[in-house]
């Protein structure tokens, strides 16, 4: 048994049998960062000998009985733009490149509750703004699959962690895709929740109204699970929304027969690679045998999902990052003459290319003459949007698009062209303009051996359905038996 290759609920069965020990576990996931996170650049920041010395005092106070509980001493890794009470929280900029979080987030404190142990904070594009982490001040993260490769972005550290084993899960935070699309990449499991499962007090903001924080795992009872430790309404997070608690591990029931699959015809045309479009009609073609039916449809208000967004996330954007200022937070230049030239200069210094690419166009799209023709444009549409969408689901239990248009692209090759790299969430930004859930698996292998990812996207809060349709995939195709990340060089 090779540890670091076991999901999340595998390790529970083994810890449950004395056939591993917390410190074991832990041990072997060491060892592993220490080889291969040299190779990946997966991480900004480790703490690997305080992991270690909680893994013995958690196994110490097990073996005591003074801590219960299935996700004892268990590792993960979190996105750096996560808050983490005495560590760093970076978000991937030199402007916070030096800032101590203050508190935990609230998705922190759950995990902190259950003696999850956390190995470090995981590279990202800065403040999530992104599709391949190359944006990101620090480093660039390796596809494990091929290392010349992009992880995706912007949680592409976590995704390339999973896949690469340097931890067992992780989490990520999605705003157009950014769960999604790496785990897609990467060929791993990533679901973003439904706008308000998640607390996002903790989690940096970026486009406020679209952000959510979300698993990502090596496979989708993985996902379920770490579902269950992070949804619930929480008081310091008003978008949060009071919704009965569920168990998506019940939901797991590996059947989707006479499940009505919508596909919608626009999410297969133009733009979308070849070799990704086979990929995805075998999928189908997997869920007809499952016994699910199978039905294309027109979701034609899609084709206006990406302009929208980008109008949406850039002006909220804009507004939120307005308080990294060179006085509250992070970053401030070391010269300077006036309260003007700190603001100025720090925010110049500290903060980089795209970040400032969707400031400028964040503020451009909210001034008073372009208000109406722009942002409240987008919020029409938005609404149109999440309109055709809760039509579909009159009709379909979920809906099955690519994840992303490409398989990993090389690193360099979309970063000098902002629009090629923003179509990279051309079949994501919908579900979070909607505020829906969706869950991309790994279905399968370009001609180069890169996975391609399958998106089911659910009604609101039917995370339940997504997964059980996931899961019955999973255990049909068997991705992770079939196909392992190789490390190209
Ligand atoms: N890639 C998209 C963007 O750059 C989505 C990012 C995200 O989901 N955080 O905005």
């Not at 900029?93 to 190995?119: G, Q, R, T, W």
């Not at 208000?371 to 029409?380: N, T």
Request: a negative charge; hydrophobic letters at 35%; aromatic letters at 8%.
């Amino acid at each position: 048994m090779n540890i670091i290759d076991l999901t999340v609920h595998e390790l529970q069965e083994k810890l449950k049998n004395n056939e591993v020990t917390i410190t074991e576990i832990m041990d072997a996931y060491i060892n592993r960062i220490n080889e291969k996170e040299p190779e990946v650049e997966a991480f900004i920041t480790t703490y690997l000998e305080e992991a270690k010395a909680k893994a013995r005092d958690v196994e110490d106070k097990v073996k005591s009985g003074e801590i219960t509980g299935d996700f004892a001493g268990i590792p993960i890794g979190i996105k750096d733009n996560i808050c983490m009470k005495g560590t760093k929280t970076t978000c991937a900029s030199k402007m916070l490149e030096n800032f101590v979080a203050p508190y935990d987030a609230s998705v922190i404190e759950k995990l902190k509750d259950e003696n999850l142990i956390s190995l470090g904070k995981l590279n990202m594009d800065e403040f999530a703004m992104g599709s391949s982490t190359e944006n990101s001040y620090f480093k660039k993260t390796k596809n494990p699959w091929d290392l010349n490769k992009v992880p995706g972005g912007s949680s592409g550290g976590s995704a390339a962690a999973v896949a690469a084993n340097l931890v067992p899960w992780a989490l990520g935070s999605d705003t157009g895709g950014s769960i999604r699309q790496p785990a897609s990449l990467c060929g791993v499991v990533g679901l973003k929740p439904t706008y308000g499962l998640v607390s996002r007090y903790g989690l940096v903001a970026f486009a406020s109204s679209l952000d959510q924080i979300g698993p990502i795992t090596k496979d989708v009872k993985d996902s379920a699970i770490l579902l269950n430790l992070i949804a619930g309404k929480d008081e310091k997070d008003t978008t949060s929304e009071e919704v009965p608690k569920k168990d998506y591990v019940k939901a797991l029931k590996n059947d989707v027969k006479g499940m009505k699959i919508g596909v919608p015809k626009e999410f297969f045309g133009e733009g979308i690679n070849k070799e990704v479009k086979e990929q995805l009609e075998k999928a189908i073609q997997t869920y007809k045998e499952l016994g699910a039916e199978i039905e294309e449809f027109s979701l034609d208000i899609a084709q206006y999902a990406l302009a929208t967004y980008y109008i949406i996330a850039c002006a909220e954007a804009s507004s939120n990052l307005g308080r990294f200022d060179g006085i509250r937070y992070g970053y401030r230049t070391p010269e300077y003459t006036n309260l003007k030239d700190i603001y100025k200069k720090s925010r110049s210094e500290g903060l980089g290319d795209e970040v400032k690419r969707r400031i400028i166009l964040g503020t451009y799209v909210l001034s008073s003459g372009y208000y109406d023709a722009y942002y409240k444009k987008a919020q029409k549409v938005r609404t149109l949007v999440s309109n055709e969408f809760s039509k579909a689901f009159e009709k379909y239990d979920i809906i099955l698009t690519p994840t992303a248009p490409t398989t990993a692209f090389k690193i360099g090759e979309k970063s000098s062209n902002p629009l090629e790299m923003y179509l990279a969430d051309i079949c994501t930004v919908s579900v979070n303009i909607a505020g829906l859930p969706g869950i991309s698996i790994p279905c399968g292998v370009d001609n180069e051996g890169m996975p391609v990812g399958l998106q089911l996207i659910g009604n609101k809060f039917k995370e339940e359905t997504i997964l059980n349709a996931a899961y019955a995939f999973e255990q049909k195709v068997k991705f992770r038996e079939m196909y392992k990340p190789e490390f190209k060089k």
